[in-house]
């Protein structure tokens, strides 16, 4: 069987018979008049280098520093995040849920890859697998785990299945130790993991070490 | 409807083996750019919506969509939506000969202009509701079991569960309906499952939020 087995990364060598179907595929709605090259590599441009969790990362930061602009985002963050330019596909209905001292928030897909997209871009590959759909609802704790974070066992574990067309971004908490840091700096602790709950915003110390 | 894409709470999945996120891209191969470009583009021809397209994907036989990587998935699912829609046929797509180079219908195919407008706006799910929504705030709620054979949002391993209504989400779309082509509204609720009431092996420190449409839900028994 071509196809890699669910224990390997989605990313192992693909097939070359997978290449050249794809390739004939492309070529025949080229051909066909049902899709125009040009607008192909347009959508491939927009999320590959555009729309990324530095839109997430902005909205993180600036919900740590401007407690008007929190609020406004915990009240109705489709709005809020869109005074900051960021809408559209996988972002129609966005809701943040918020990190406190008693509860940790872990967003999954069970059903598909459902994803916001305008905050965070396209979604990892362990995201969308079988492993994380299947266990991040019913051993969160574990899930964790494999991603390094230890909550402590009083919190409280709360998944979001999205099952409908409403999007969820974690806002984690801020890390100690950034009293007098700016919304710049600050964006640097933010890491993609962090928002969609796997992990904790990153500590200045470990920026540090990241940046050796 | 069952499929190997209702994965919440299978077992024997194996590890998660997360790629560092700095070094993960987000394209693994450049076919995969090209099948998540075809499908967006193709999308855009307004010949099926998002619900039509997830249960292309999830139609295959369950252990080919377990097996299969997550782009080829995507292609799978292309590939049936373009036949069953008449934008290609069997023999243009699998031999590659008899390629007819117009289609029957007049279709607006976007420049990269119309496409980024289209996904700068996106397509809210939300509609006008025609009534007044069933259950509220504090209600406990019983999730139906799903006897439909065809498109669903409603998991497996919350069927059979009784939750707690957490918020009105108002009148949206509903997924089973939509991939069928009807545009209905029903409405939308976010219900809140303890984790022991999911899974024996699960404690009270966790917690399970589901967006439900009405029509998933009955009332509790008590």
Sequence with gaps: MPHGHHHDHDHTEPPSDLELRVKALESLLVEKGLVKPETLNSIIETYEHKVGPRNGAHVVAKAWTDPEFKQALMNDATEAVASLGYCGRQGEHLVVVENTNDTHNLVVCTLCSCYPWTVLGLPPAWYKSAPYRSRAVSDPRAVLKEFGTELGEKSTIRTWDSTSEMRYLVLPQRPAGTENWSEQDLQKLVSRNAMIGVELARSPKQKDEDGK | ?222
């Design chain 2, 1 to 222: 409807m069952k499929g190997g894409h209702d994965l919440g709470g299978q077992l024997e999945m194996g590890p998660i083996n997360p790629e560092p996120e700095a070094q993960e891209p987000v394209f693994h191969a450049d076919w995969e750019r090209r099948v998540f470009a075809l499908t967006l583009a193709t999308g855009m021809l307004g010949k099926w919506n998002i619900d039509e397209s997830r249960h292309a994907r999830e139609r295959q036989d369950p252990l080919t969509y377990v097996q299969n990587s997550y782009y080829e998935n995507w292609l799978e699912g292309l590939e049936t939506l373009l036949l069953e829609k008449g934008l290609v046929d069997a023999e243009e797509l699998v031999l590659a000969t008899n390629i007819s180079s117009q289609t029957k219908e007049l279709l607006s195919v976007p420049n990269p202009t119309l496409a980024t407008k289209i996904l700068a706006s996106g397509v809210p799910s939300t509609m006008e509701a025609d009534s007044e929504p069933l259950y509220y705030i504090g209600d406990s709620v019983l999730v139906k079991a799903s006897e439909t054979a065809g498109h669903t949002r409603v998991p497996k391993y919350a069927q059979g569960a009784t939750g707690t209504v957490v918020a009105q989400l108002g009148c949206h779309n509903f997924p089973d309906s939509n991939a069928q082509g009807i545009h209905e509204g029903k409405f939308l609720y976010r219900v809140s499952f303890s984790g022991v009431d999911l899974w024996s092996h699960s404690s009270t420190q966790t917690e399970v939020l589901i967006d439900l449409w009405e029509p998933y839900l009955g009332a509790a028994a008590n």
